[in-house]
């Protein structure tokens, strides 16, 4: 059986690689102009605007955060729609579930295009574009966290008397709330990731700023916003786990 | 006594995560140029856009409806297939690297001088978003496929290989001590002691990697590199709204079938595993 699949596998990348007219002349052409374009970006240049490329990564960071919120605000009530002890309803959560895939499949970039053309060119169709598929994924993982609760200390308060408001409060709440939180940092880390490229078809961001060096062939410049965007990258991981380790452990 | 003073000192706490928080989103607001009245504003417009591009379907005219619907259809099913040889293409090259690069990267495997800095080389290559890559390639390489497949496999390298090197390093060394004692060189004692132990691991990271590829080759048509998002952005700088709504279902679908069928490959893979 292995072979067959390894045959098979090999016979479809060499499809795949005729289809793409990978001959050795234009990989070697590429290869030599890419080698240029790395001489040309040597070295890395702010081209005299540096604060104005600092205000657009952070005009970057600001949709990632404000994106990964507004999904977080709309996919709390969301998600008990997805959990299999709130719902019963077999098919009510079936299609909740599906909803949610749909969501996610298409990809943030598809959707900053539709709400570029919806709402207009700048940050506010990016915040829009990061916040819907993210809203598919946290609505599905907290919904799986609502399901890893234990009930046990829910009924425990609703037996002390409790209402349902504090039973949930209570009860639920804490157990789902550093779950929750974990998660959103991940999609805030995940976010300002893709909120880089989100310009290049006009959501706001850094991503303009690249594709227009890019296009008008200041490789130097193309350089210095790479890097900025590595550093962003790298500032905003670091800062993610020490406070997801705060928030795991919180301090007793 | 204690107690009160505990509470304090949580509320105080507590108070001082609010106001970070109200901080941070009033300055992103600011920056972001948003505000309660634009989103008030804003979302029922994206609302009744997304509303416009779906089709009139009606119940006595179905199939006519449909066709005209799906006028592009074998167009775009090409299309759907050139985006999944992208994914494929990139996930394998991306992978074959990823493959050679991880057990140089696999702590318990290779001498920290040589782990750190290839270690390193993967952080860059994943950290640059693919879509950078895929803007740059295009100029490199000219417009299609070509490129976005290129961008694919890096970034596939660099995520991969890290997530190879792990699998690597929980793998028992006992295996790869008989294949030394036997005489073996360092690459034989990785091929034969090393990865049989990590090869489910490794494939099943593969399938999951290529589901994302497929959502990423997507979008790469944007900027000119090929497969289905250059029709799709056509679509929408077109104003052609019906079209936007086939396509995207169709990209969907395909996702959708593309996830079904590597969960099921997973559960095989992992299944040999465990037997």
């Known amino acids: ?252 | 006594m204690r107690w009160r003073e505990a509470k304090a000192l949580r509320q105080r706490n507590w108070f001082l995560w609010a106001a970070l928080l109200s901080l941070a989103i009033a300055l992103s607001a600011w920056v972001g140029e948003v505000s309660i009245s634009r989103l008030v504003q804003g979302v029922p417009l994206a609302g009744a856009y997304i509303a416009g591009t779906l089709p009139s379907l009606r119940l006595d005219h179905l199939s006519g409806d449909l066709a005209h619907w799906m006028w592009g259809f074998t167009d775009w099913l090409e299309l759907l297939a050139d985006t999944i040889l992208i994914a494929y293409v990139g996930t394998v090259l991306g992978g074959l690297v990823a493959l050679l690069l991880s057990f140089p990267a696999a702590a318990t495997l290779a001498p920290a001088w040589i782990v750190m800095p290839v270690r390193r080389f993967l952080e860059l290559l994943r950290t640059i978003p693919t879509l950078v890559l895929a803007l740059i390639f295009v100029y490199a390489f000219g417009l299609g496929a070509f490129a976005g497949m290129l961008a694919i496999a890096v970034h596939t390298a660099g995520a991969l290989g890290k997530l190879f090197a792990e699998e690597h390093e929980n793998a028992s060394l006992a295996q790869m001590e008989a294949v030394r004692a036997a005489g073996g060189t360092w690459a034989a004692q990785m091929r034969f002691g090393i990865f049989p132990q990590s090869l489910p691991g490794v494939l099943s990271y593969g399938l999951l990697r290529f589901e994302i590829n497929v959502r990423e080759a997507s979008v790469l048509g944007i900027v000119g590199a090929g497969g289905i998002g250059e029709e799709l952005y056509l679509a929408v700088r077109q104003f052609e709204y019906q079209d936007i709504s086939a396509i995207l279902l169709l990209i969907l679908a395909t996702v959708a079938a593309i996830d079904l069928l590597c969960g099921r490959l997973r559960h095989i893979v992992l299944g040999k595993a465990g037997a």
């Open chain 1, 1 to 252: 059986m292995t072979p067959v699949f390894f045959i098979l596998g090999a016979l479809l990348l060499g499809v795949g690689l005729w289809r793409m007219d990978a001959s050795a002349e234009r990989i070697w052409l590429g290869l030599t102009k890419l080698g240029w374009l790395l001489a040309l970006m040597w070295p890395p240049s702010a081209g005299g605007v540096f604060w104005e490329l600092l205000k657009s990564l952070l005009e970057s960071l600001a949709m990632a955060f404000l994106g990964t919120l507004l999904a977080a605000v709309i996919a709390v009530p969301l998600a008990p729609l997805g959990a299999g002890n709130v719902i019963g309803n077999v098919m009510l959560r079936f299609s909740a579930r599906r909803f949610y895939d749909g969501l996610r499949g298409i990809d943030t970039l598809i959707w900053a295009l539709i709400f570029v053309a919806a709402v207009g060119m700048g940050p506010f169709a990016g915040i829009l574009a990061l916040a819907v598929p993210d809203i598919g994924v946290l609505a599905k993982l907290f919904s799986e966290a609502l399901e890893g609760a234990d009930r046990r200390q829910v009924e425990a308060v609703r037996a002390a008397g409790a209402n349902r408001v504090l039973a949930v409060r209570i009860g639920l709440l804490p157990q789902v709330s550093p779950v929750m939180l974990s998660q959103m940092l991940y999609t805030l880390e995940s976010n300002a990731r893709s909120s880089t490229v989100l310009g290049i078809v006009g959501a706001g961001g850094i991503g303009l700023a690249l594709s227009d060096r890019i296009r008008i062939n200041n490789w130097d410049e193309v350089a210095f916003i790479i890097l900025l965007i590595l550093g962003m990258v790298a500032c905003i991981d670091w800062a993610n786990r020490k406070l997801r380790l705060k928030l795991i452990r919180p301090a007793s």
